[in-house]
């Protein structure tokens, strides 16, 4: 059975501080992984990681994938409230020629404190 | 340019009624995706469908119908609506090409069965 599982589920950390989720995975036939992130509403794509060592960065954001280790993390640097959400991790199952699946993890619910 | 649209927005049910959630997206995506989102349990992939004509099930498809007749929509059928079917419900779609720039997600639909 395809699994997707982040950590912690819940974090709570003050403005300024450096956090950083984990997501780790053990599907069949992995595409990609992918990061979201969810405030009030819909899940917002912030990165898609194919290759393992090569870092995706975006601004404070950066994430990183381990396809040996079967692990993503995503870092956030100098937090601010407007990070408080649920950070999403999926991985994208390849079916024949392209990927058209998704699997999500539970999600890490961050909350900055001022 | 709308992105992915889905109607209503909420909606209470009681036990045994019937109802479909509509999604309509203006990107000309192959694949379009339902999920359902519940606290501690992240998304989970209800059905999909890589094209017109074509659809496939995924992790929870018990006790939903869907279709697709044309690229633009992908309508999710409740046939006789459970507590159990309370959630919030969204779709998703992605080019061609599959994941290669993240799925862009719908606004969601609270759902409520009573």
């Known amino acids: 059975e395809d699994k997707v599982v982040q950590s912690p589920l819940s974090l709570v950390v003050h403005e300024g501080d450096t956090v950083t989720l984990n997501c780790s995975y053990e599907?069949?036939?992995?595409?990609?992984l992918l990061w979201y992130k969810q405030e009030k509403k819909a899940p917002t794509f912030l990165f898609m990681l194919t290759s393992s060592g090569i870092e995706k960065k975006s601004g404070r954001l950066s994430s990183i994938l381990d396809k040996k280790e079967l692990f993503s993390i995503l870092n956030i640097t100098a937090t601010q409230t407007g990070d408080s959400a649920i950070y999403l991790c999926?991985?994208?199952?390849?079916?024949?020629?392209?990927?058209?699946?998704?699997?999500f993890g539970t999600g890490t619910l961050l909350a900055v404190q001022p | 340019n709308a992105g992915v649209t889905q109607t209503p927005k909420f909606q209470v049910l009681k036990t045994g009624q019937s109802m479909t959630l509509q999604c309509a997206q203006d990107?000309?995506?192959?694949?379009m995706s339902w999920y359902r989102q519940d606290p501690g349990m992240g998304l989970r992939l209800i059905h999909y469908s890589v094209g017109a004509g074509i659809t496939d099930q995924g992790e929870v498809p018990n006790g939903y119908n869907v279709s697709r007749s044309t690229t633009e929509d992908f309508p999710l059928r409740l046939l006789s609506a459970a507590p159990s079917q309370t959630s919030v419900y969204f779709c998703?779609?992605?080019?061609?090409?599959?994941?290669?720039?993240?799925?862009?997600f719908g606004s969601g639909t609270r759902l409520t069965v009573v």
């Open positions: 599907v069949t036939n992995f595409r990609s």
């Open positions: 990107m000309n995506h192959e694949y």
């Open positions: 999926a991985v994208g199952l390849r079916r024949g020629g392209a990927t058209n699946k998704l699997i």
């Open positions: 998703a779609s992605s080019q061609t090409s599959g994941t290669i720039h993240g799925y862009t």
